[in-house]
C-alpha cells in the first residue's frame, strides 16, 4: 500500500507550497528575545517613575470617577481581603508570584503543544507589554494601597508581610522594594497577561479543566487586584483594552517583521551573488573537505586504473567508438 503524504508538506527550503516561508522557531533563541524583552520592561518601570504629586492626583481622579459611576468596588474587596486573613494572605499569593509562573508557563505551552501559533500569541503578548510600559510612563499613578488612611484602604501586603517573602513596600521581594515602581499601576498588566493566558487558553485548550480555567484566572486576578488595594477597577478595564490593542496590532507587526526578514535575506542573496566564491572551499564527496589539489585515497586509485586505460574517446575528442578489449 503506498505511504500517504503528510498533508503539510513543505519543500527543501522550508516552505509550504502555496503559502509563505516557514520559518523554524527554536527555544535557544526564543529564550534570549524574552528575557531581553522582560528586562527592558523592567527596566523601563523604574525609570517611568514620575512625579509622586502627579500620581497621587492621578488615582485620585480615578478613584471620584469610579464613585460617581457606581463602580467603586475596591473599597469593600479590600474590607473582605483586610478582615478575613484565609482570603487576604492566599489573595497576596496570588498577587505576588502567579502572574510571573502562569503567563510563561502558558507561553512554554503554547511553544510545545501548538507551535504553529506561537508566534502570535508571542508577539501579542510582547506588544501588549510594551504599550502598557508607555501607560505608566505617561500616566503614573498612586494605586489604592498608597493613598492617605483617609481615603478607607489597607496594603494588605503591609499587612500579612509575614506570610510571605514581600515586604511591606510592594509585592517585590522583602528588602527590594526599592527595585520596582510602585506607581506603574495604570494599566494594570496583572489584569492583562491574566486575560492573555486565559484566551490563549480557551482557544487551545481541551477539556472542561482548561476551559474553566481559562475563565477563571483573568475573573479572579481582577478580584485580587482590587482587594489587596494594588489596583482601581479602571486599572483592569485599561490592562484588558491594551491587551485589546495589542491584539489588533499583532498581525501588522507580523507582516513588517515578514517584509525586514526577506529584505535581509534578499540583500544576502545579492551579496552572495557579487562574489560567489567567498566563503567557499573544495568539497569532495559533499561533506569531505581537502585542500587545493589534495586528493583521497580512493581517488588516487581510480586515477591510476583511469591512466592505465588509456584516454577514453571523450576525453580525445573523437567520436571513433574504443576498441573491444
Not at 514620575?50 to 460617581?68: M, N, P, S
Not at 506588544?127 to 502598557?132: C, D, W
Not at 551579496?271 to 589534495?294: K, L, N, R, Y
Request: proline fraction near 7%; aromatic fraction near 10%.
Amino acid at each position: 500500500m503506498p505511504k500517504r503524504e503528510p498533508s503539510d508538506s513543505r519543500t527543501a527550503t522550508g516552505t509550504v507550497p502555496g503559502r509563505a516561508p516557514v520559518h523554524r522557531i527554536r527555544w535557544w533563541t526564543e529564550l534570549p528575545l524574552v528575557l531581553l524583552v522582560y528586562g527592558a520592561y523592567s527596566a523601563g518601570r523604574l525609570l517611568a517613575r514620575g512625579d509622586v504629586g502627579t500620581a497621587v492626583d492621578h488615582g485620585l481622579a480615578i478613584l471620584r470617577a469610579e464613585k460617581a459611576l457606581w463602580m467603586n468596588a475596591e473599597h469593600p474587596l479590600n474590607r473582605l481581603f483586610t478582615d478575613h486573613t484565609w482570603i487576604g494572605v492566599p489573595a497576596d499569593f496570588w498577587y505576588a508570584s502567579l502572574h510571573y509562573v502562569v503567563t510563561p508557563a502558558v507561553l512554554i505551552w503554547v511553544f510545545r503543544s501548538h507551535r504553529v501559533h506561537y508566534r502570535a500569541a508571542r508577539s501579542w503578548l510582547l506588544i501588549s507589554t510594551f504599550i502598557g510600559l508607555i501607560g505608566f510612563t505617561l500616566f503614573p499613578t498612586c494605586p489604592p494601597r498608597l493613598l492617605e488612611a483617609s481615603h478607607g484602604f489597607v496594603d494588605t501586603m503591609a499587612q500579612y508581610s509575614s506570610y510571605g517573602w514581600w515586604g511591606a513596600e510592594a509585592s517585590a521581594p522583602r528588602g527590594l522594594g526599592g527595585m520596582t515602581n510602585q506607581y506603574a499601576a495604570m494599566p494594570s498588566l496583572h489584569v492583562g497577561w491574566a486575560l492573555w493566558c486565559g484566551v490563549l487558553l480557551w482557544k487551545y485548550g481541551r477539556g472542561p479543566l482548561l476551559r474553566t480555567a481559562a475563565v477563571a484566572y483573568p475573573l479572579i486576578t481582577v478580584i485580587v487586584v482590587m482587594g489587596t488595594a494594588n489596583h482601581y477597577f479602571f486599572d483592569a478595564v485599561a490592562g484588558a483594552a491594551v491587551m485589546g490593542l495589542g491584539l489588533l496590532l499583532t498581525k501588522p507587526a507580523l507582516r513588517c517583521a515578514e517584509r525586514l526578514r526577506a529584505r535581509y535575506a534578499g540583500v544576502r542573496r545579492v551579496a552572495v551573488d557579487a562574489d560567489p566564491t567567498a566563503g567557499s572551499s573544495p568539497i569532495v564527496g559533499g561533506e569531505c573537505q581537502t585542500a587545493a589539489g589534495e586528493r583521497i585515497p580512493r581517488q588516487r586509485k581510480q586515477s591510476a586504473e583511469a591512466a592505465e586505460q588509456g584516454p577514453r574517446p571523450s576525453d580525445a575528442g573523437d567520436s571513433t567508438p574504443a576498441p573491444a578489449r
